[in-house]
């Protein structure tokens, strides 16, 4: 009986401990919506578009003004004037939205439609260089170094990366520019994209159009976004109190979709150039960039540069596995074609592949004293005659890897080598990774007799070049990344003169590779896309 009263007595006294240690209940301020919300918008009557309000409601600690639907608001506290313009001429009517935020973020908020007569004015001069007689085509000045580039905020260079010529995924460069306007000063963008409607996006943003897209790390991709994004808006060049000058093309985009917000930064404007900086606001990725792109009239582009503009067969590698069996074949077997080669060519995966974009060709040790690789061909799928040929590859780093980019005839078999004719639109030693070679091969003219030249290409297996054939029935052009270095006459006692079909390829040792290196395990050439235009 005794040890049930001292147990009850010891949890009466913890209870009275712990009644006495709690604190008392906190008392909550009084949250109140905010009430008696006002625009108080003021219209410039100089039809210049600029806009000013000063919002006020009862109980609100700040505002957010949003000035055109979907945009990023204006914030402001209690007191405070948020300004805007509207670039857009013509007598209209848009809404502006106040949202009033209170303690405890409690809010509410009021759409007043606004009255605007806005008429924009170029000046002669502005609209003359910018729009011509009244629409002016620009294109991008594909063919010089700089052409486009990437750079931090500090700094008013691109530092990061500047292309060059012809650096950028072809879908890009079909696009053009357009400016124009009318009597009654209403000013048009339109951006035409190129090619199946393509656009260049920058890898960072394509899940903003395409949510289950698994884009590959600083790999900027070509996309149809022409029913996610503006082709066409109105467009105006803003001058600044500070003396710059601002390209603004409202909802649109200047080709490649960085995510920039309309305005672009004017650091050129000129009748035959047009320079801008724009700064990028990322969707999944760093930022904000300045982004640098210059363009040219489309006039400009010379006739010898537009040749061959219409592309009529090209190999994107964008579906995983192995090569399209409507473009490739395969040789298959030990040797090569002579040359005192070391390889055995294979179709298996190990050695090719297409995978995340790109063809991969692997050459690799077998184990056994050997290598293997893969020689893809076209023969009897593609053959074409005469025309441009665009193949972006990153070559083979590894010591005694002879990699090959190249045509052969397609009469080959019934009149053999060299009757038939060879084209060599890239070919590395494997002794000299800082270099690359063009030749052309036919009879009285092949094997080490072979008109030949070489480029410097240091970037060649750190970097992805474009390695360029022209081709016509009275020169035979190679160059890299635009720069010519070998020209051979054509005419008709060449062979040069009907279909030819493509071949890739890696070999190992012999002629052009030397010496493999006796610690080589495997190393790959890895082909972006390979096009024809005629």
Request: charged share 20%; with cysteine.
């Amino acid at each position: 009986m005794n040890r049930v009263i001292k147990r009850f007595n010891i949890l009466v006294l913890l209870s009275m401990i712990l009644i006495s240690c709690q604190e008392e209940e906190p008392t909550l301020d009084t949250i109140l919506v905010p009430t008696n919300l006002v625009v108080s918008a003021i219209v410039e009557g100089d039809q210049s578009g600029n806009i000013s309000v000063t919002p006020s409601a009862d109980n609100a600690l700040n505002f957010h003004v949003i000035f055109t639907p979907g945009a990023d608001p204006v914030v402001i506290n209690a007191g405070q004037t948020a300004s805007f313009r509207f670039t857009r001429s013509g007598q209209y009517s848009a809404p502006i939205t106040l949202v009033a935020f209170g303690k405890g973020g409690v809010s509410s908020s009021v759409t007043e439609i606004i009255d605007l007569d806005v008429r924009l004015f170029l000046d002669d001069a502005t609209k003359q260089l910018i729009a011509g007689d009244g629409t002016k085509r620009w294109v991008w000045d594909s063919t010089e170094a700089g052409h486009f580039g990437v750079g931090p905020l500090t700094n008013n260079f691109p530092e990061f990366f500047s292309a060059g010529p012809n650096a950028l995924n072809p879908c890009v460069y079909d696009d053009v520019l357009v400016f124009s306007y009318d009597d009654q000063d209403n000013y048009t963008y339109q951006l035409e994209p190129g090619a199946d409607n393509l656009s260049f996006i920058n890898w960072t943003d394509v899940n903003r159009f395409f949510p289950d897209a698994t884009p590959q790390q600083f790999v900027d991709e070509c996309r149809d976004i022409t029913s996610q994004a503006d082709f066409t808006s109105p467009f105006v060049v803003l001058d600044n109190a500070d003396g710059s000058r601002v390209l603004d093309v409202g909802s649109s985009f200047l080709s490649y979709w960085a995510v920039i917000p309309g305005q672009y930064e004017i650091i050129e404007l000129s009748a035959n150039r047009l320079a801008v900086r724009g700064t990028s606001e990322p969707f999944n990725g760093d930022g904000p960039l300045y982004w640098y792109s210059v363009f040219i009239p489309e006039d400009m582009v010379s006739e010898e540069d537009s040749v061959f503009n219409t592309l009529v067969w090209s190999d994107e590698f964008d579906v995983d596995g192995a090569p399209n069996t409507a473009n490739w074949g395969y040789d298959l077997g030990a040797g090569g074609w002579g040359n005192n080669e070391l390889q055995t060519y294979t179709d298996n995966a190990e050695n090719v592949i297409v995978e995340g974009g790109f063809l991969k060709i692997t050459a690799k040790d077998d184990g056994a004293g050997g290598y293997t690789s893969t020689r893809l061909l076209s023969q009897n799928l593609q053959d074409f005659t005469y025309g441009r040929v665009e193949i972006r590859a990153k070559l083979p780093e590894a010591q005694g890897t002879w990699p090959a980019l190249w045509m052969l005839g397609s009469n080959f078999e019934t009149v053999g080598w060299p009757t038939c004719g060879e084209i060599d639109i890239m070919e590395q030693t494997g002794w000299d990774k800082t270099k690359s070679s063009a030749a052309i091969h036919f009879p009285g003219n092949s094997a080490g007799n072979a008109p030949t030249s070489e480029i410097e290409n240091t970037t060649s297996t750190t970097e992805f070049n474009n390695y360029i054939l022209e081709w016509t029935e009275t020169q035979i052009i190679v160059s890299v990344n635009e720069e010519v270095f070998f020209t051979q006459e054509n005419n008709d006692t060449k062979p040069f003169n009907g279909d030819f079909f493509f071949i890739m390829n890696i070999a190992m040792g012999g002629t052009l590779g030397g010496t493999v290196d006796p610690l080589f395990t495997e190393s790959t050439m890895e082909v972006d896309y390979i096009r024809m235009y005629q």
